[in-house]
Structures are given as structure tokens and as C-alpha cells.
């Protein structure tokens, strides 16, 4: 289990958003380039993203970059995705280091091409003490697998509770619920994404196509965030630290 005492200080307070990059073959396929071109500009966009999040109070940010389901796209596309992901995680790892950013991959690592779960291990420990941004990248993920293995665990954990539970289905210690899920390319779903962690998360759909997202797109999600009274089911406004147990 991962933990990250001055991590989590910092991260507690600020918020934690889920994106849904979504549009990187439509974006690709309306330009005549291929889907791969699509997913290259998809890289951008994360960078992008992951240099404003800081400074629009962003303290933990996951990113759905390939689902369980998507072993189901033709095996090219599939590869192309893991050599992206390979490039990501060997060069990236300076200017996240720079940045003080952590980087976590949560998911399946055992079903990964050779290479791929041993350069996220040193991704992750070259990053483990970011602490202006937690950046989560959600490979080989389904939310529901997430909580099936954290219930298998759960059985021998002894007496449960939502937070424990919580943290088998994270692999953090009290890592903050999602505030924000953003998904991008007008597509209204959830598509099996933090369903634990996203239980109160406000949603935010945009017709943007992933790899034109910017930190203009991002100040506004976040603007239409702050605009929303979250009231967890009570009926007055809440922060989630307020929230009282029952
Ligand atoms: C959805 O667009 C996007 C994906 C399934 C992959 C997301 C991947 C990246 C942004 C780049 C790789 C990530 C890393 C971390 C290196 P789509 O292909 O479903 O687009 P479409 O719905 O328009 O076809």
C-alpha cells in the first residue's frame, strides 16, 4: 500500500479530479491523420493538463488513459497505445520529477507487454516524493475489477469500514474522494471510472475532443465546479471534510 505523509496533507485540501480523455480518433480521423496521430496529440494534452492543475487547485489528478475494455480495440491500436505509454513513462519522468509531481498507475499490471509494469515501478519510484501533484494513470482499469479485488482482500482485513475499504480499492491511505470528473468529446457516460471514489463527484461533459484540451478547458470545468453547491445528500452546502459519519 502506497503512502505519502506530506502527499496527503498537501492533497487533502485541494481537489481531486477525474478525466475521461475522450475524441483522441474522432479528433485524429476528421483531420485525415491516423487514430495514432490522435492519441500522440492526446500526450500533449496530458502535459498540458498536468503543468495547470497545480495552480488551479488541483492536488490529485487520474487520468483514464486505457480501460480493461479497451483490450478490445484491433491489436494495432492496442500496441501503439502500450509503446505510447512506454515512451510516456521513460521520458516523462524528468519534468515530473522537476514539476514535483508523483506518479501513480492504478489497474492491472499482470496482462501489460513485457517492460511495462517494470518501467511504471521506476516511474513511480523516481516521483514518490512529488508533492505539488498527484498524478494517477488509470492503465488496464475497471472500477468494478478494482472493488471485486478489494472485496477479495477485504475478507481477510478484519472489521470494515468505508474508509478501510477505501483504501484496498485505492492502494492509498485516505486518498480524497473524486470532487470532479471531467469527460471530453460529448460522450455522457461513465464507462466504468472511480465508481467508487466518484460516489458525490459533480460531472462535467464537454464537446472538446481530448487532445485540444487545455488549461483554458480546465479553469472551466473547475469554474462550473465551484458554482455547484454540494450538499451530500444533506440540505446545506458541504464541504466533503465536513461531512459528518453516520
Ligand atoms: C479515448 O479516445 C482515448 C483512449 C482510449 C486512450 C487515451 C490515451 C491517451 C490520451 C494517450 C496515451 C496515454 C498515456 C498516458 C501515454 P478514443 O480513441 O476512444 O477516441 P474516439 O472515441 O474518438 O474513437
Known sequence: MQSNASL?????????????????????????????????AGVEAIRRVVEAAPDQGVGTLTLYAFSSDNWRRPKAEVTAL????????????????????RLTVIGRRDRLPDG??????????ATVDGTTLHLRIAIDYSARDAI??????????????????????????????????IRTS???????????????AELHFTERM?????????????ASFHRRERRFGGLTAMAPEEVPNL
Do not use: C
Not at 481530448?210 to 473547475?222: H, M, R, S, Y
Open 82 to 101: 502500450m509503446t505510447l505509454l512506454r515512451f510516456y513513462l521513460a521520458n516523462e519522468i524528468e519534468a515530473l520529477v522537476r514539476n514535483d509531481v
Open 8 to 40: 496527503e496533507a498537501v492533497a487533502a485540501a485541494r481537489l481531486h479530479v477525474g478525466i475521461i480523455m475522450d475524441g483522441n480518433g474522432r479528433w485524429a480521423t476528421r483531420r485525415g491523420l491516423s487514430r495514432l496521430r490522435g492519441h500522440e
Open 186 to 200: 460529448g460522450e455522457k457516460r461513465l464507462s466504468d471510472f472511480l465508481l467508487w471514489e466518484g460516489a458525490y
Open 210 to 222: 481530448w487532445p485540444e484540451f487545455d488549461a483554458d478547458d480546465l479553469a472551466d470545468a473547475l
Open 116 to 125: 511495462i509494469a517494470s518501467a511504471i515501478a521506476r516511474a513511480e519510484a
Open 148 to 181: 471485486l479485488s478489494a472485496a477479495a482482500h477485504a475478507a481477510t482485513a478484519g472489521q470494515l469500514t468505508r474508509e478501510r475499504f477505501a483504501d484496498l480499492i485505492t492502494g492509498e491511505t485516505n486518498l480524497r474522494d473524486v470532487d470532479l470528473i
